[in-house]
T-cell receptor, first 111, second 114 residues
Framework: AQSVTQLGSHVSVSEGALVLLRCNYSSSVPPYLFWYVQYPNQGLQLLLKYTTGATLVKGINGFEAEFKKSETSFHLTKPSAHMSDAAEYFCAVNRGNQFYFGTGTSLTVIP | DAGVTQSPTHLIKTRGQQVTLRCSPKSGHDTVSWYQQALGQGPQFIFQYYEEEERQRGNFPDRFSGHQFPNYSSELNVNALLLGDSALYLC?????????????FGSGTRLTVV
């Protein structure tokens, strides 16, 4: 069975501080991994994805994530938080034509 | 280039009623997937339609059914609505369902069952 665990349902950071959102997956084989962002009353927007190749993936809005097979992790980072980063973030695995999403992490940015 | 369009954006239904939600995929996409997102949860896969057939289904009861039309648009039907069906329903389109080609999500339909 596929599953994704996001540690920390709520994360607060100061503006300009490092953002770190944690994601661990369980899979018998390396999956396709994704991070999505959801703003209030909106759908999901793709931040970045890992399929094959380089394990450090760069996405939009300054976000990046590193696939670590040994740790079964795909943590999302951004060096400097901006007020506009406040949103809900979802880590997801894609296998067999479907996404398996984590329960989400709500990011609050404190001015 | 229009993305995924879902209608309506909001609706309120009474327990026991039936509802139909609609989705138009992004131009160039031929596959439509539906997800249910309960409040405070991640989206859960309902089913995927490709070539007008249900290709894959998640763990949802038969009250949830769908259809895909020749122009690739899709409908999600829910019968005998329960209070627990209240959620945001997301449609995602893709090319042949291949994740590497990219999925595009719509803004969703917020269904409230009273």
């Amino acid at each position: 069975a596929q599953s994704v665990t996001q540690l920390g349902s709520h994360v607060s950071v100061s503006e300009g501080a490092l953002v770190l959102l944690r994601c661990n997956y369980s899979s018998s084989v390396p999956p396709y991994l994704f991070w999505y962002v959801q703003y209030p009353n909106q759908g999901l927007q793709l931040l970045l994805k890992y399929t094959t190749g380089a394990t450090l993936v760069k996405g939009i809005n300054g976000f990046e994530a590193e696939f670590k097979k040994s740790e079964t992790s795909f943590h999302l980072t951004k060096p400097s938080a901006h007020m506009s980063d406040a949103a809900e973030y979802f880590c997801a695995v894609n296998r067999g034509n479907q996404f398996y999403f984590g329960t989400g992490t709500s990011l609050t940015v404190i001015p | 280039d229009a993305g995924v369009t879902q209608s309506p954006t909001h609706l309120i239904k009474t327990r026991g009623q039936q509802v139909t939600l609609r989705c138009s995929p992004k131009s160039g996409h031929d596959t439509v997937s539906w997800y249910q997102q309960a409040l405070g949860q991640g989206p859960q896969f309902i089913f995927q339609y490709y070539e007008e057939e249900e290709r894959q289904r998640g763990n949802f009861p038969d009250r949830f059914s769908g259809h895909q039309f020749p122009n690739y648009s899709s409908e999600l039907n829910v019968n005998a609505l329960l209070l627990g069906d209240s959620a945001l329903y997301l449609c995602a389109s893709s090319y042949q369902g291949v994740a590497n080609y990219g999925y595009t999500f719509g803004s969703g339909t917020r269904l409230t069952v009273v």
